[in-house]
């Protein structure tokens, strides 16, 4: 009986120890979706962009962005930027839930990136990609579809994304 007791609880330190252990290895497997320019600890598992078209005379269209991503390292990671080619976004980060989140994220947490860009409705919009200035000028060549920086630690790091999948037109009422 103290036999079976020990091997339970040694196969319980075991399974402690390796779910801890996972969640400070750094992986070296290459993803499909994404090419880290620096061995990050933010991985994207899927990335759409979902083009759309108002149905209201001057609401203009655009391009909605989604990037799924998972957490490989807690950290307090601040993602800020957010190219598409040429084209500056301001990103958004939010959880499963659906709810807002601006830093702090844990080991094995799914975040979603998203950002809207919008044109042709002859209005001015927050992601106005028209002006190119030098705060949000691409800051190096990138080849992919997408490159999203953040801050960690007060140092600038970059993802480029590749591979992103087109989804159908949504068409507004």
Known sequence: MKYIARL?????????????ISCFVKHHKKSTVADSITQD??????????????????SGSGVNYEFQCIIKKTNSYI??????????LTPSVWGKSGSYLSNGY???????IRANQHFNSGKSSENDTS???????VPFKFSGDA?????????RKYITVINMVKKQTLYYP
């Not at 844990?106 to 979603?112: A, E, G, K």
């Not at 490159?147 to 140092?155: A, N, R």
Request: charged share 15%; with cysteine; hydrophobic share 50%.
């Open 147 to 155: 490159l999203i920086g953040y801050k960690l630690k007060d140092k």
């Open 106 to 112: 844990n080991c094995n947490d799914t975040i979603f």
């Open 131 to 137: 002006k190119v200035t030098s705060e949000n000028k």
């Open 41 to 58: 600890p933010i991985q994207i598992i899927a990335s759409f962009a979902q083009p759309w078209v108002g149905g209201v005379k001057g």
């Open 8 to 20: 339970i609880l040694l196969i319980n330190i075991f399974f402690f120890y390796v779910l801890f």
């Open 79 to 88: 993602i800020d930027q957010l190219w598409v080619g040429e084209n500056f």
